[in-house]
T-cell receptor
Framework: GAGVSQTPSNKVTEKGKYVELRCDPISGHTALYWYRQSLGQGPEFLIYFQGTGAADDSGLPNDRFFAVRPEGSVSTLKIQRTERGDSAVYLC????????????FGEGSRLTVL | DAKTTQPPSMDCAEGRAANLPCNHSTISGNEYVYWYRQIHSQGPQYIIHGLKNNETNEMASLIITEDRKSSTLILPHATLRDTAVYYCIVRAAGATNKLIFGTGTLLAVQP
């Protein structure tokens, strides 16, 4: 399909392990966003890319979280030394340059840390 | 960005209009009002946005009060598929489309 694609859709890992979550934005969308959503809460902003650079990473909770977008398209969210509190749905969204607030979201990657 | 206040939940009968309120009393002159919804186990979906004037599209209507301190999202003929969490978000015009979500209103459309 032509929407935002996220993989894996589900990931179960053990405390202390390293995890990578991938986001394929809509083709041609220059802006890419990562959000995290815990049960019963609204999505929480993590980081925003415009092209290859992170324009705003103010939402990353600590230095265990890192995201890259090396070629300005696909992005990977990396979580080191996972903790049980990292369990959540990680959402990715994209938008065209100059868009006025319409973000296109993927279905999310559900991360469970045991 | 200004904070919004929404009721945690609402019910609506199928086929009737659903009117979802949002309070944004601290909104600034350059801040837009956005509405998104999130159906269970899906990502949020854009519905509509506006600055001062009322707006309508194929999904909904947005009514913004003259003082811009509150707004109402109207789904004219609610269906069971409209059951979702509805988020009202205020965002300043600018280069970034970063959106700050609250906890939203869970709309339950009843048959």
């Amino acid at each position: 399909g032509a929407g935002v694609s996220q993989t894996p859709s589900n990931k179960v890992t053990e405390k202390g392990k390293y995890v990578e979550l991938r986001c394929d934005p809509i083709s041609g969308h220059t802006a890419l966003y990562w959000y995290r959503q815990s049960l019963g809460q609204g999505p929480e902003f993590l980081i925003y890319f415009q092209g290859t650079g992170a324009a705003d990473d103010s939402g990353l909770p600590n230095d265990r979280f890192f995201a890259v977008r090396p070629e300005g398209s696909v992005s990977t969210l990396k979580i080191q030394r996972t903790e049980r509190g990292d369990s959540a749905v990680y959402l990715c969204a994209s938008s065209p340059r100059g868009a006025t607030g319409e973000l296109f979201f993927g279905e999310g990657s559900r991360l469970t840390v045991l | 960005d200004a904070k919004t206040t929404q009721p945690p939940s609402m019910d609506c009968a199928e086929g009737r209009a659903a009117n979802l309120p949002c309070n944004h009393s601290t909104i600034s002159g350059n801040e837009y009002v956005y509405w998104y919804r999130q159906i269970h186990s899906q990502g949020p979906q854009y519905i509509i946005h506006g600055l001062k004037n009322n707006e309508t599209n194929e999904m909904a209507s947005l009514i913004i009060t003259e003082d811009r301190k509150s707004s109402t999202l109207i789904l004219p003929h609610a269906t069971l598929r409209d059951t979702a969490v509805y988020y009202c978000i205020v965002r300043a015009a600018g280069a970034t489309n970063k959106l700050i979500f609250g906890t939203g209103t869970l709309l339950a459309v009843q048959p």
